[in-house]
Structures are given as structure tokens and as C-alpha cells.
């Protein structure tokens, strides 16, 4: 590949939504660059669900055959590397890589998701996304009825224990620290028989990320074989943001119904988006922003 060659659109992040995006814009005869740099934030689950077609395979098995299918359409294009710099303005967007190539593009779609803040506790990390989890539409059905923590606090926790006593009536809540739930919240949950421990956490005791103990800093410990949190983000890219792409009080970059973000040309789509971290989620946001990528372009020349 050339270092400087222009496409009708480029796509920052070759994930399922990314591939997604890339689809229907090879589809709709469009010339496209896909650039990824292949740090999925679902690399550590060892399964993937709730995706029909696709239930209980892995995420490298999803996106590897999602890939040799976009493969297939010979205006997609692809540059294994990490996007650095963005620039430009509609119709002469100018993107840089780490090995200095730089590429430009009518149109822009990041579909760079997210990146997980993990909070500082041994073990927590090494067990993300394999017991330590964050949907249960994911992940709740296979551990189903098992002993289950929620590491969270005030209405985060007693909004998702209600959720999660769904899927278990072996749960406990566990605040790390004093409790912020309200003196009704607590009750409450008292009444389902979910308890709420306030305990600050050491670490948690695991083999190769499947949970098994909870270790206190007083020296106790708690058997769970499940965990539920809601982690801190950061936008994985950082280069929406330096072209002027807006966030939302969430942390999500902003977009229209279109999928737009606020600087015109530029879209997003996936987890950077949208709060429902799913992979069906991602491929239908991937797909609606190559549909209006296309539309986009095909207006403008018309």
C-alpha cells in the first residue's frame, strides 16, 4: 500500500462493528481502508452470546470468519496497524498511523470502542470479562444459579441486584468500602435476601480468571464464583476527540440518528457509542453507519 493513498471512507477499528461498517460500504461499491491494530476489549472472554448465528463461539472465532467475509468485496482494503493523528475537514479527512503512513478519506468512521478502567485490586483484571463480568445478557445464563457478587455501590447496586437476581438467589452485594445505599434500598434488598457487605476487598483469589475467593483486608474471605461491575471507560482512540468529536456526559462520542458524530463527515458506531456493549449491537450500529456513510456520499455527487 502506497503511504498516501485516498479512500471514499476510512475505518478506525476492525472489530465487529468496523467489519460491520465495512460491508456495507463494499457492498455499495465504495472504496474503504479498514485500519485496526487488533486489541479487541472482549479478548480475554473466552465465549461470546446472545449473538444469533453465532451463540458460544469465540470472539477471535466471530471476528476472523466476520473478516475473511469482508475480505471478499475487493473495495474494502485493510492496514494492520494503530491510527495516531487525525485531520482534515469533509471530503479531506487525513489520517496518520503509528508507522508513519498516512491515508485520506471523504468520510471517517471510528468504531474504536472503549477502554476498560479496572480498579486497583489483585486479581480483578486477570478474571475480566472471564467471571468478573459486566452484562448478563452476555454472560448471566452460564452462571446461572452460582454464587454471585456485585462489586458496586449506591443505585448502581441496588438497581443491578435487582437485575441480577434474575439469574441467582445467591447474591450479595459488596460495596468495598461504606455503604451509599439508602436505608430503603438496603431493606429491600433484605427482603430478596441479598446482602450487602461493606468490607474494603484485597484481591481476589482466582485460577487462570475463573473466580473462587474474595480476600478481605481484615484478613476474612468470601466464596464466589461470579462477579458483576460496571467499570470506568475511556474512548480507546483519542483522536474523535482531538478533531473536535463531542462526548456525552457518559463519555460516549455524540451522534445524530444518522450515526454522525458533531463534526460533519466524521461517524462513529460500537461500543464508543452506545452503553449496550454487545456484539449484535455493534454489527447492527457497524452496519447502519456504512448504509449512511454511503447514502452521505452517493448525495453529495448526485
Given at each position: 500500500?502506497?503511504?498516501?493513498?485516498?479512500?471514499?471512507?476510512?475505518?478506525?477499528?476492525?472489530?465487529?462493528?468496523?467489519?460491520?461498517?465495512?460491508?456495507?460500504?463494499?457492498?455499495?461499491?465504495?472504496?474503504?481502508?479498514?485500519?485496526d491494530?487488533?486489541?479487541?476489549?472482549?479478548?480475554?472472554?473466552?465465549y461470546?452470546?446472545?449473538?444469533?448465528?453465532?451463540?458460544g463461539?469465540?470472539p477471535?472465532?466471530?471476528?476472523s470468519?466476520?473478516k475473511?467475509q469482508?475480505?471478499?468485496?475487493?473495495?474494502?482494503?485493510?492496514?494492520?496497524?494503530?491510527?495516531?493523528?487525525?485531520?482534515?475537514?469533509?471530503?479531506?479527512?487525513?489520517?496518520?498511523?503509528?508507522?508513519?503512513?498516512?491515508?485520506?478519506?471523504?468520510?471517517?468512521?471510528?468504531?474504536?470502542?472503549?477502554?476498560?478502567?479496572?480498579?486497583?485490586?489483585?486479581?480483578?483484571?486477570?478474571?475480566w470479562?472471564?467471571?468478573?463480568?459486566?452484562?448478563?445478557?452476555?454472560?448471566?445464563?452460564?452462571?446461572?444459579n452460582?454464587?454471585?457478587?456485585?462489586?458496586?455501590?449506591?443505585?448502581?447496586?441496588?438497581e443491578?441486584?435487582?437485575?441480577?437476581?434474575?439469574?441467582?438467589?445467591?447474591?450479595?452485594?459488596?460495596?468495598n468500602?461504606?455503604?451509599?445505599?439508602?436505608?430503603?434500598?438496603?431493606?429491600?434488598?433484605?427482603?430478596?435476601?441479598?446482602?450487602?457487605?461493606?468490607?474494603?476487598?484485597?484481591r481476589?483469589?482466582?485460577?487462570?480468571?475463573?473466580?473462587?475467593?474474595?480476600?478481605?483486608?481484615?484478613?476474612?474471605?468470601?466464596?464466589?464464583?461470579?462477579?458483576?461491575?460496571?467499570?470506568?471507560?475511556?474512548?480507546?482512540?483519542?483522536?474523535?476527540?482531538?478533531?473536535?468529536?463531542?462526548l456525552?456526559?457518559?463519555?460516549?462520542?455524540?451522534?445524530?440518528?444518522?450515526l454522525q458524530?458533531?463534526?460533519?463527515g466524521?461517524?462513529?458506531?460500537?461500543?464508543?457509542?452506545?452503553?449496550?456493549?454487545?456484539?449484535?449491537?455493534?454489527?447492527?450500529?457497524?452496519?447502519?453507519?456504512?448504509?449512511?456513510?454511503?447514502?452521505?456520499?452517493?448525495?453529495?455527487?448526485?
Amino acid at each position: 500500500m502506497k503511504k498516501e493513498e485516498h479512500f471514499d471512507v476510512i475505518i478506525i477499528g476492525g472489530s465487529y462493528s468496523g467489519l460491520a461498517a465495512g460491508m456495507a460500504l463494499g457492498r455499495a461499491l465504495k472504496r474503504v481502508l479498514i485500519i485496526d491494530s487488533n486489541t479487541p476489549c472482549n479478548r480475554q472472554t473466552p465465549y461470546s452470546h446472545n449473538f444469533i448465528t453465532n451463540d458460544g463461539k469465540t470472539p477471535a472465532e466471530i471476528a476472523s470468519a466476520a473478516k475473511q467475509q469482508v475480505e471478499a468485496y475487493p473495495m474494502v482494503h485493510f492496514f494492520n496497524g494503530l491510527a495516531v493523528l487525525g485531520s482534515g475537514t469533509n471530503k479531506a479527512f487525513k489520517i496518520q498511523v503509528a508507522s508513519g503512513e498516512t491515508f485520506s478519506g471523504d468520510k471517517l468512521i471510528f468504531a474504536t470502542g472503549i477502554k476498560d478502567i479496572m480498579p486497583n485490586i489483585d486479581g480483578f483484571s486477570e478474571c475480566w470479562g472471564i467471571s468478573v463480568l459486566h452484562c448478563p445478557y452476555c454472560h448471566g445464563y452460564e452462571v446461572k444459579n452460582e454464587i454471585t457478587g456485585i462489586l458496586g455501590n449506591g443505585d448502581y447496586a441496588f438497581e443491578f441486584g435487582k437485575l441480577i437476581s434474575n439469574w441467582t438467589q445467591q447474591l450479595t452485594i459488596y460495596t468495598n468500602g461504606r455503604s451509599t445505599l439508602t436505608t430503603e434500598q438496603t431493606a429491600k434488598l433484605g427482603v430478596h435476601n441479598i446482602s450487602v457487605v461493606e468490607t474494603e476487598i484485597e484481591r481476589l483469589e482466582h485460577h487462570k480468571g475463573q473466580l473462587q475467593n474474595i480476600i478481605f483486608k481484615n484478613g476474612s474471605k468470601a466464596a464466589v464464583t461470579a462477579m458483576y461491575n460496571k467499570t470506568a471507560f475511556d474512548q480507546h482512540s483519542a483522536i474523535p476527540e482531538a478533531m473536535g468529536c463531542e462526548l456525552n456526559e457518559e463519555g460516549y462520542l455524540k451522534t445524530d440518528a444518522n450515526l454522525q458524530t458533531t463534526i460533519n463527515g466524521i461517524y462513529a458506531c460500537g461500543d464508543n457509542v452506545s452503553r449496550l456493549r454487545t456484539v449484535a449491537n455493534a454489527v447492527a450500529m457497524g452496519t447502519a453507519a456504512g448504509m449512511m456513510v454511503n447514502k452521505e456520499l452517493v448525495f453529495e455527487k448526485f
